[in-house]
């Protein structure tokens, strides 16, 4: 009997290997939130899983009352959620097009600045869309 000799992982196999995807979870009933996530669609990348909060959830965001997950983004590796400025900064490493905006975040007077913008808007979303909490 044959034994298959081991798989070498190669430079070129490992730029190929499929990366670890993230997870994303958005209110695809908020208007302005669709827009977002669509164009985040359209970017091509096969690290990115987008699930509607009115459908099935994945098993990890279960437990997050639905008020929460409207009111933020919300974005799981795996291992951690990431929840509004820092799921945007989790979303966009992934995106080549957006990476520069991933580090940007990494300057602790932007990422405050835009941490302080997220919560605004967040809250006037939340205050448009807060009535599909009890559907």
């Known amino acids: 009997m044959f034994r298959q000799p081991p798989t070498l992982i190669t430079p070129l196999n490992f730029l190929l290997m499929k ?45 997050i009352e639905k008020s929460k997950l409207i009111r933020k983004l919300h974005v799981s590796d795996g291992d951690k959620i990431y929840i509004g400025v820092d799921a945007f900064k989790l979303i966009w490493s ?28 967040a809250f006037f979303l939340y205050l448009k869309n807060r009535k599909q909490i009890n559907e």
């Open 19 to 63: 990366k670890p995807t993230i997870q994303v979870i958005y209110n695809n009933s908020c208007s302005i939130c669709r827009l977002e996530i669509n164009h985040y669609k359209k970017q091509n990348t096969d690290t990115i899983q987008y699930f509607d909060l009115h459908q099935d959830l994945p098993e990890k965001f279960g437990s």
């Open 94 to 121: 992934k995106i080549n097009r957006y990476r520069f905006l991933a580090k940007l975040l990494d300057y602790k007077v932007v990422y405050f600045l835009a941490t302080y913008l997220y919560e605004v808007l």
